[in-house]
């Protein structure tokens, strides 16, 4: 069994509209959640999963969904090779509430843009809620993403970590097509 602490507002969206994103995930993973709507707590239980490893996607699905993913976003973890991120911002920035979202708005950027490109050169998913900034990507695509939103954390100039993103979309494009990066390179 695994516990997960969710947020009280993130519950309902881990049991859907009439169940459905729970059953969702209980049918993906081969598990049964138990959620505890009123405490915060949901558990997974793996004891008749077949698979394990899909009893550890359920709950890192259920990690994404209360960081703030879309259970959508977040069921896609059950494919091959998708991970979970959770970075803390007060890793980066202290305890201060203030310096927190100063640190955060850097990632979020002007309307969104910041976060938006991220996503749109990378093709993971990335979720700033509360103090942590969570990101949904498969092999490729995650350490990048990890590593501009790190940089941007470290106090790098925008426009170095927008480098930098342009510089890896030929890595992941190889990694996206099978190939060795340097076998696509060209």
């Not at 081969?30 to 899909?54: F, H, Q, T, Y």
């Not at 995650?142 to 927008?162: D, F, K, Q």
């Amino acid at each position: 069994m695994i516990y997960c602490k969710v947020p009280k507002e993130r519950i309902a969206v881990i049991i859907g509209s009439n169940g459905e994103v729970r059953k969702k995930i209980e049918d993906y993973g081969g598990i049964r959640l138990i959620v505890g709507s009123d405490s915060g707590e949901v558990v997974v239980n793996m004891e008749e999963a077949e698979d394990p490893v899909m009893g550890l996607k359920a709950a890192d699905v259920v990690k994404a969904i209360a960081r703030g993913f879309t259970p959508d976003q977040a069921l896609r973890l059950f494919g091959e090779e998708m991970y979970l991120t959770i970075i803390d911002v007060r890793d980066f920035a202290g305890k201060g509430q203030k310096r927190i979202r100063q640190v955060r708005a850097r990632v979020i950027g002007r309307r969104g843009k910041t976060r938006e490109l991220i996503e749109e050169l990378t093709g993971a998913d990335v979720s700033v809620y509360g103090n942590t900034i969570s990101v949904i990507g498969d092999v490729a695509e995650s350490p990048v993403a990890v590593r501009a939103i790190t940089m941007l954390l470290e106090g790098s100039e925008h426009s170095s970590v927008y480098h930098y993103l342009e510089g890896q979309r030929q890595y992941i494009w190889a990694a996206e097509m099978g190939l060795d990066y340097y076998e696509g390179r060209e």
